[in-house]
């Protein structure tokens, strides 16, 4: 029987204030490979409701990674970035040494730092989406009684 790699990552949430509704996600660590060959922890949000991966420009570019030189010729719908594709090699932290690839928009300009003073909205994010990996890897949730409050997502190596 060949070993399996899993890993179980509890909910986290958060109640909003003005409406009592609860706020949900779930954060994983990945270890992106960089253009030397080294890995550099980054923490991405699990979204399946994302249809791409995204990550910023800047920080692809501060990993030596392929960046094309031109974007593309739209914009991102939600940060009015700027659009380039990408892919990324990672490691999922707490999982074995698999290394696994994602297709990713890198969203912004490459040479600029985005601004800690601009609109949260308008940053570019560290989004996972988890379809894009299923050939290689199962994506579940649980809950069972006595664990986190709102379960767990359970990643699996197939």
């Given amino acids: 029987m060949s070993?399996?790699?899993?890993?179980?990552?509890?909910?986290?949430?958060?109640?909003?204030?003005?409406?009592?509704?609860?706020?949900?996600?779930?954060?994983?660590?990945?270890?992106?490979r960089d253009g030397g060959g080294n890995f550099k922890d980054f923490v991405f949000k699990v979204d399946s409701?994302?249809?791409?991966?995204?990550?910023?420009?800047?920080?692809?570019?501060?990993?030596?990674?392929?960046?094309?030189?031109?974007?593309?010729?739209?914009?991102?719908e939600q940060t009015g970035l700027e659009v380039r594709s990408g892919m990324l090699l990672f490691r999922i932290d707490g999982m074995d040494q698999t290394h696994y690839a994602a297709s990713c928009l890198l969203l912004g300009d490459p040479n600029v730092r985005p601004s800690p003073n601009a609109p949260a909205a308008m940053l570019p994010r560290n989004l996972l989406q988890p379809?894009?990996?299923?050939?290689?890897?199962?994506?579940?949730?649980?809950?069972?009684?006595?664990?986190?409050?709102?379960?767990?997502?359970?990643?699996?190596?197939?």
């Fill in 131 to 158: 379809l894009a990996l299923l050939e290689k890897l199962n994506f579940s949730t649980q809950k069972n009684p006595g664990g986190p409050a709102y379960g767990e997502l359970v990643i699996e190596k197939k």
């Fill in 3 to 32: 070993r399996r790699s899993r890993i179980a990552i509890p909910v986290s949430h958060q109640t909003l204030y003005a409406t009592g509704d609860v706020k949900l996600w779930v954060k994983v660590t990945l270890w992106l």
């Fill in 49 to 76: 409701g994302t249809e791409i991966t995204t990550f910023p420009a800047y920080d692809a570019k501060q990993l030596g990674l392929y960046i094309p030189a031109n974007p593309a010729p739209v914009r991102h």
